[in-house]
């Protein structure tokens, strides 16, 4: 092969690969962006009653899929993943689980806080992703009211603090904390 045609190989596969790139990085959700709402509310406060269905792998003993109706208020921790799990991935979820039981045990065992884990890979799940900004694997809490999701945030900071214990519990908590202290 001729050096003038290798290098028109190469140099059409670097622009094809620069192009990709872009437009991955363009169409993929900011973190906590949704257009015309501030960050970390739902795009138009989403009230359907639509379900969380869960991915293979439930965390606790609850029912893997959850219909936001019949509650009258609860807060659902969901830990939305993807397919291919990393140490830290796995590592936000069971800490974010732990330090939720651990602060607030009544409020689970009354149901008033639910963990849930999803695999927003999973083609039943596909739809989550638009509906919570999701790009990656992500802590949310889901507020719900009579039966409909009222308000959602994306716990962002879980990935800066997952390998600091204290720090990473605290977090978790505090965010939680206002979602059951303000009435329906």
């Known amino acids: 092969m001729k050096p003038k045609t290798i290098i028109t190989i190469a140099l059409l596969i670097f622009v094809g690969v620069s192009v990709a790139f ?10 906590g962006s949704a257009p015309g709402s501030a960050p970390g509310s739902a795009p ?3 009230s359907d009653a639509a379900s969380v269905a869960s991915g293979e792998e439930a965390s606790s003993a609850v029912p893997a899929d959850l219909t936001f109706a019949g509650f009258e208020h609860a807060v659902i921790a969901c830990y939305f993943h993807t397919t291919m799990r990393c140490k830290t991935c796995l590592a936000i979820e ?6 939720l039981r651990a602060a607030y045990p009544d409020a689970f ?3 008033e ?9 999973d083609p039943a799940n596909v739809h989550l992703v638009e509906k919570y900004d999701l790009y990656t694997s ?4 889901i507020d719900v009211h ?3 999701q009222r308000d959602w945030k994306m ?3 879980t990935w800066d603090l997952v390998w600091e214990e204290e720090a990473f519990d605290t977090y978790v908590q505090d965010e939680l904390r206002p979602y059951l202290e303000h009435d329906a």
């Not at 069971?94 to 330090?99: S, V, Y």
């Open 109 to 111: 065992a009354a149901g």
């Open 94 to 99: 069971k800490n974010a689980e732990d330090a």
């Open 22 to 31: 872009v437009l991955v990085r363009e169409l993929r959700p900011a973190p």
């Open 155 to 157: 716990l962002e900071k």
């Open 138 to 141: 992500s802590l949310v809490l």
């Open 113 to 121: 806080i639910q963990w849930r884990t999803v695999n927003f890979h």
């Open 44 to 46: 138009g406060n989403d």
């Open 146 to 148: 009579d039966g409909a």
